[in-house]
């Protein structure tokens, strides 16, 4: 069965191998893991728990994982690109340690959205341009 779709959930969720197709040309193919891991790594998202620094908690991490962690505008939550999760260990009992208290812990896989704009380089069209203008689509094969 062929799904063709602009809703990359629905591809991620429906098909076994997928195929990103951009003007006319497929530019890449693969499971839904298998593209999501061409594109990127996991990320761990924190939330601290209320009276906990968020600065700390940022040297912390730069110190344990090597690198800096984004802060998102809603205050005591953290993006931290994981290159090696083994580490994560390492940086909870720091966090421990330290007096770091976590509220929420998470990690984020690529979507299928990063996927098809990494490799096209725009974002998913929107439904009406869709409608009127064949544009880019995701392919799905569910065997």
Known sequence: MLLTTQYLD???QLADRIAVIDRGT???EG???ELKASVGQASLL???RSGSSVETARSIIGR????EAIVS??????TVPMSDPDRVTVLLVAFRDEGVHLAEMSVQQ???DEVFLTLTGKG???DDLAAHEHADTVEGVRA
């Open 10 to 12: 629905e591809a991620d």
């Open 26 to 28: 497929v530019v890449a």
């Open 31 to 33: 499971t839904a893991l």
């Open 46 to 48: 924190l939330r601290l």
């Open 64 to 67: 344990v994982l090597g690198i």
């Open 73 to 78: 505008p809603e205050a005591g939550r953290l």
């Open 110 to 112: 690529p979507t299928l």
């Open 124 to 126: 998913i069209p929107d």
